[in-house]
């Protein structure tokens, strides 16, 4: 059947545009009066944080595009110029409607809560005195006033650092103003407590009241604070025989002198001062965002992170996370995965036998080797130190760390380092590819041989993410998966031919065919009068080829239900294209993470959880891996899961053909579901059930507050 002759405006989103209306939905959170204030201020600090990377990412790929006339049109037809002029009309409104928010409804709220943001003007006599003596102690001695003038070029600020712009009086003789710089020091912090509690003043609103001091003698004419947002990608075309760490290290140093996609300045800042500015950076106005309040409003994050009971009951209650192994903390993770794989649902159950498995793994004597690939880990991350000990006792430990996971480059160079020094075999990346898949592989001795033990994941290891992203992770002895494991790691540690794999399935290898085959099967059936369904759960779908063969199953009769959290390039529910797929997106407490992809296959159902979304770099340009769920009650539990996504209406907003999404409407008499809370009380009640029939205690994890992070 061929599709119906539409427009590519028609028949697809933008990407950007997209990803905007996603963080627009994250701003719906925060205005939401129903969520208890910090964790609306904690909404509001994401929003701004997801801007920082989109502008660094998107926006400064979109400049460059445009500045050599290389950009062709996206899959809508829009040419890089179009996308950027629809960008910017976007983003503005989401920035002005963030901080009408935040100015107006938020710090108030606060405020009358408790926790309060004052400005200078806000405090009385007394008050400004004892800044004026913490100013003069322990913040001017740090400070640098940088003038600019023929001699003195605009300095090199670093993205995302904060700044205070100023207009001098011109000397004697001379017509123009003068421009400086005054850099906030980054070491310090930026919420000052004040002796009143739950009452702070911004480091910048401190300086910018004490600038005579850095300028004496001069006519400040006018201050503003800056922030810039530089482009974020690294060129990684090698020259001259470099090691991939080395042209990493390079961009990172490029990286801090690119150029500039934004320029943020507080509303006081008067036209000529932003003028100016605008030609010492070489953008255009459009690039400018001028805000009614405190630049950068990650700076809601750390109140949010405030402790006392007054601040808990302004925060969700804590859901402590299910652990698995409490009760049977003395024994041995290796005996229990000998019994049976395991199954965890993350955050709502703990990270701990993740974790577990390695710390026991560089313990255990009969250990002989540690293999393990890793994207994004914690500061201090417990896996990082366990493998260290297992190198330091001579294990063989292989650690393939990507480099390249954007943002994270310097920390993953670091640990890297370290668990070279450990003497870990560490491969640096894989040239041309991101290794964005999460596995570990364990071998060690027993009784009847050598038996290997492997942990695959939706999501990075990182212990400190599991509590707040959504993810699953499978612990599992299964020898075909092994053997698949084994031949992976020797794949991207040699030279070898791409693995012939038994039960996983690899990127860039094999896995869009192994898609495009599994979804053409069900169009096949369908057309073949059997019923067919797709169900799927992803962070982002943009690949054009997925989408397309999507649209054919629809077509056909395939019933495809889709949750994209992010970006959505697919439009659905639109006659004679896509009238049965239906695409749902939830923002909620935790971050939708996890990548689930099921097909009815004629009754014989196949699941599959991955570490890819349906993006085309997922499928042509990182090493991913998918692998299936078997077992009858793991494929169950995580079949539930997925089905439930579907039956959010608290939470969840519906694509409509038109490219909007709205909130999923609940009848009057139909008992509210978040899918969120639901799968937290699910878990709690397989605990005790497990409890009951195996007698081991299953009890959640001691509570803990994480900042919650804006990437997935």
Known sequence: MTAAPLSPAERYINRELSWLAFNERVLE???????????????????????????????????????????????????????????????????????????????????????????????????????????????????????????????????????????????????????????????????????????????????????????????????????????????????????????????????????????????????????????????????????????????????????GPEAEALRDPLQQPVSVLAGVSQSDLFTLLDERPLLLHHPYEAYDPVIALVAQAADDPDVLAIKMTLYRTSTGSPII?????????????????????????????????????????????????????????????????????????????????????????????????????????????????????????????????????LIERERRRAEAGQPAEIVAKMNALIDREIIDALYLASQSGVSIRLNVRGICALRPEVPGLSENIQVVSIVDRFLEHSRIYYFLNGGDEDLFLASADWMTRNLDKRVELMFPIEPPDHKARVLYALRAMFRDNVKARRLGSDGIYRRVDRLPEEPPFRVQQHLYEEAQRLASLTQERTGIVFRPEAPRRDARSARG
């Open 29 to 307: 959170e925060a205005t939401d009066a129903a969520i208890p204030l910090l964790e609306r201020a904690k909404f509001a600090s994401i929003v701004a944080s997801n801007l920082d990377e989109f502008f660094m990412v998107r926006v400064a790929n979109l400049r460059h595009e445009i500045a050599d006339h290389q950009g062709a049109p996206d899959l809508t037809g829009m040419t890089p110029a179009q996308r950027m002029a629809a960008v910017a009309a976007r983003a503005h409104a989401t920035v002005d409607a963030l901080y009408r928010l935040t100015v107006d409804e938020l710090v108030p709220a606060l405020a009358r809560a408790g926790v309060r943001l004052s400005t200078w003007d806000g405090l009385d006599a007394g008050q400004q005195s004892s800044l004026a003596g913490y100013f003069r102690e322990s913040v001017l001695p740090v400070l640098t006033p940088l003038a600019i003038d023929a001699s003195r070029p605009f300095p090199l600020l670093s993205s995302l650092s904060l700044n205070l712009a100023l207009r001098l009086e011109g000397v004697a003789g001379e017509s123009d103003c003068r421009l400086a710089i005054v850099q906030v020091p980054a070491g310090l912090t930026r919420l000052v407590p004040m002796e009143t509690a739950g009452t702070f003043v911004l480091l910048e609103d401190i300086i910018r009241a004490h600038l005579a001091l850095l300028f004496p003698g001069q006519t400040i004419l006018e201050s503003a604070v800056i922030r810039l947002s530089r482009d974020a990608e690294l060129e990684l075309d090698d020259e001259g025989g470099r090691t991939q760490l080395e042209v990493v290290e390079r961009e990172l140093r490029h990286r801090r002198r690119s150029d500039v996609s934004r320029l943020e300045i507080t509303s006081n800042a008067t036209a000529d001062l932003i003028d100016s500015l605008i030609r010492q950076l070489d953008i255009t106005a459009e690039d400018v965002y001028v805000v009614g309040g405190p630049v950068d409003l990650r700076v809601l994050a750390a109140l949010s992170d405030l402790g």
């Open 385 to 517: 130190v366990a493998l260290q000990r297992a190198a330091e006792r001579n294990k063989q430990v292989t650690v393939l760390v990507e480099l390249t996971a954007r943002f994270d480059e310097e920390r993953n160079i670091h640990w890297a380092r370290a668990l070279e020094e450990a003497g870990a075999h560490v491969i640096y990346g894989v040239r041309g590819y991101k290794v964005h898949a999460k596995l570990c592989l364990v071998v060690r001795r027993s009784a009847a041989g050598l038996k290997r033990y492997v942990h695959l994941g939706t999501g990075n290891y990182n212990e400190r993410t599991a509590r707040l992203y959504t993810d699953f992770s499978v612990l599992t002895t299964s020898p075909q998966i092994a053997e698949d494991a084994t031949a992976v790691f020797s794949a991207l540690t040699g030279y070898s031919d791409p693995p012939r794999l038994k039960r996983l399935t690899m990127a860039p290898t094999g896995l869009r065919r192994r898609f495009l085959k």
